[in-house]
């Protein structure tokens, strides 16, 4: 039976499990290089040492430094600035982001923070700019605030002192999600480098947690199974129109008895918002744009006064970086009208189905919602599908930015650009900006647009 094995159509599978590295191999590594670094005879080159380094982890990297001759210091000081401008590169954030290279050697620049030395300046700036990775959004975020004038002079400096005060270890730092770790390191760069201008929209704690009452899923699996089953019999009722406004209003009162859950929540601002996370376990998660787009380092948030949504926190800061420092300054309304409610649904629909906003490194999308997350809304989302959204365009080569509204029944286009002389239809004063609402066929959803 075993020789005619190979006939058989399966095959044998083996999977594979990513194991982070334990505490005890980080030792044994650091160990090595120690035995390599700090031997008489310095069996370790220079050369060798600061390719080994560039590989470490950022904690085993700084474990290293003390265990060399007195050069190793200043090697492994410049390895660290070495990855700062690999990981730069490759995320595309050079120019955007950079770090106080001086500060520590040179006489002139300031003194860092008595609790902070270079290496671990360095080593901070190296961590925060590698974690950088997981948000990928953040440089289209820093170009649009650096066009819009919100973020002052580019590139953004990670200051000595927020690290010295804010990011003592990695602990402190992931307490936030990544993507609201990241801008706030960001929002608090030095004076100097972004002339103060978006100090109204640094990352704020607004007041210590409160208690709040949430829908959640049941924690146990029969709950679940049981309201799944006992929704689905609802729902079949009210499509049939059923007494539906009696089912409506007992669905209300259910909803609201079964999955109301007090608990304590802390409370973020930027700018005049307000706002907090939303757990994976509230019912807000099961509304299909929510459920689709979860993700755990770029969390969903919603509005504290108002109950807006957003997707993410990435689409929620720059929705407010447009509306509270651009929208009423820099970028100026070119074009604006009204739309059929058939258009407006259809066309803004296919922009999430056909593709058109895929690929594309400078188009983000702002998907918000104005809902209190009850039962019936989520069947809106998926039957209705109604959107309100804002396409933000970065061209010219990231010289312009440009913004499309979509609403129920409108569209409106904002732009940076400087109209061209002597033009005398949109498309001649506004080329950048007219050619790619055409390239994504939004000025159809216009009456009367040719």
Not at 98 to 120: F, H, M, N, Q, T
Not at 282 to 310: H, K, M, N, Q
Not at 398 to 403: D, Q
Request: with cysteine; glycine share 8%; net charge negative.
């Amino acid at each position: 039976m075993n020789r005619l094995g190979w006939l058989l159509p399966w095959k044998c599978r083996h999977d594979y499990e990513r194991v982070p590295a334990d505490a005890a191999d980080e030792c044994e590594m650091v160990s090595l290089l120690s035995v390599a670094i700090a031997g008489e005879d310095q069996t370790l080159p220079a050369d060798v040492l600061g390719l080994v380094v560039s590989f470490l982890p950022v904690d085993v990297a700084v474990m290293t430094r003390a265990v060399g001759k007195p050069y190793s210091s200043q090697l492994i000081d410049e390895t660290f600035l070495w990855r700062i401008d690999s990981s730069l590169a490759q995320q595309q954030l050079t120019g955007l982001i950079d770090v106080e290279r001086d500060r520590g050697i040179d006489p002139s620049a300031p003194p860092l923070p008595p609790s902070l030395s270079r290496l671990g300046y360095l080593a901070r700036c190296a961590y925060v700019i590698e974690q950088a990775a997981e948000w990928p959004t953040m440089a289209t975020l820093i170009k649009v605030a650096g066009v819009c004038g919100v973020a002052g002079q580019l590139p953004l400096v990670l200051s000595a002192e927020f690290m010295a005060a804010h990011l003592p270890d990695k602990a402190i730092f992931h307490r936030l999600p990544t993507a609201m770790a990241i801008y706030n390191a960001l929002s608090y760069a030095p004076p100097d480098a972004n002339d103060g201008a978006a100090g109204g929209l640094q990352l704020r704690e607004v007041d210590n947690r409160v208690e709040a009452s949430l829908l959640v899923v049941p924690a146990t699996i029969l709950s679940r199974v049981l309201l799944a089953a006992f929704y689905v019999i609802c729902l079949a009722a009210l499509a049939c129109v059923i007494a539906e406004t009696a089912l409506k209003l007992f669905l209300h009162i259910l909803v609201r008895r079964v999955h109301k859950r007090l608990r304590l929540v802390q409370h973020y601002g930027i700018g005049s918002m307000t706002f907090r996370i939303i757990g994976r376990d509230e019912l807000l998660c099961f509304r299909p744009f929510l459920w689709r787009a979860y993700r755990r380092l770029d969390p969903p948030v919603t509005l504290v006064s108002f109950g807006d949504i957003y997707p993410s926190f990435s689409s929620f800061a720059l929705h407010t970086l447009l509306l509270e420092g651009a929208f009423d300054t820099t970028l100026r309304v070119v074009l604006e009208g009204q739309v059929n409610s058939w258009n407006a649904r259809g066309g803004g629909s296919s922009l999430y189905t056909d593709g058109s906003l895929s690929g594309h490194s400078d188009v983000l999308v702002i998907d918000r919602r104005w809902s209190q997350g009850v039962l019936l809304e989520i069947v809106d989302d998926i039957f209705l599908r109604r959107r309100c959204m804002v396409v933000v365009l970065l061209l010219g080569g990231g010289s312009v930015v440009a913004s499309v509204s979509l609403g129920d029944r409108y569209i409106m286009v904002r732009t940076t650009e400087v109209e061209a002389a002597g033009g005398e239809a949109v498309d001649e004063r506004l080329p950048l900006t007219m050619a790619a609402v055409r390239r994504f066929g939004l000025e159809h959803l216009i009456d009367g647009q040719p």
